[in-house]
């Protein structure tokens, strides 16, 4: 007869070690399925980041110093987020939508994106356009990071003073990745070679960023810039040693 005190007796101990092997199989299972959907989450984040880049390189692919610009564009970009103590979340989606801030470009005339000296009034008025038609490429995504990057690539000329383009608009009604890129793209614009002028040293750049605190740029911004300098600009050695290392040829990543 079974053990009263022991509910079924000996019968017991083989279904309990049946039941906990079951139990290992089924965790072992789920664990496996896990690590499998991690592995295809990171593969699609990958393909998805591949993507936004050689959606990038195809607009800047006429001029390949711009295609290393964006590179550290998107490097000054993310640590300034950073710095600034935004969620990860947010600081990733500014990473991957900053690079696409002048993907408008793609349908200026080379005559006048290229030209190698002053632009007339007229071609100025059609340069500005590379931030409507940047939008309307990247805008009508349900991704969020296309999302950010159409407002990037509307806002990144707005100033702070309201007397940028295209719209016009001041302070805080410039949304943050417009006001973060601003500051990050002017400055990389400075320091490189660009057809109309030489790059100009680092802190001749950094004079021209704090004459425009409070102008064109945010100036909680410009003093976070300045504050954390260092940084960005051993963004800027560690980016151009890598670009120097691959060759000048070398795509972007």
Known sequence: MPD????????????????????????QS??????????????????????????????????????NHIVRIARYSAFMAQKLGRPGEEVEKIRLASPMHDVGKIGIPDAILLKPGKLTGEEFEIIKTHTLIGAKILGG??????????EIALTHHEKWNGRGYPGGFAGNDI?????????????????????????FSVARAIEIIRSERGGHFDPEL????????????????RESKLTHEKGPDASPS
């Not at 009263?4 to 965790?27: H, S, V």
């Not at 995504?141 to 159409?150: G, I, K, R, Y």
């Not at 949304?175 to 002028?197: C, E, H, M, T, W």
């Open 4 to 27: 009263e005190a022991t509910p079924g007796g000996l019968e017991t101990l083989p279904q309990l070690n049946k039941y906990a092997r079951d139990l290992a199989l089924i965790y």
């Open 30 to 67: 789920e664990k496996e399925k896990r690590k499998a959907l991690e592995l295809a989450h990171e593969r699609l984040r990958e393909a998805y980041e591949e993507t936004i880049n050689r959606l990038v390189i195809a607009s800047e692919y006429r001029d390949r110093e711009t295609g």
């Open 141 to 150: 995504s349900t991704s969020e990071v296309l999302q950010t990057a159409s």
């Open 175 to 199: 949304p943050l990745g417009g006001r973060i890129v601003a500051v990050a793209d002017v400055f990389d614009a400075l320091i490189s070679n660009r057809p109309y002028k030489e790059a």
């Open 222 to 237: 410009v003093d976070l810039f300045l504050d954390n300098l260092n940084g960005i600009v051993e963004i800027r050695d």
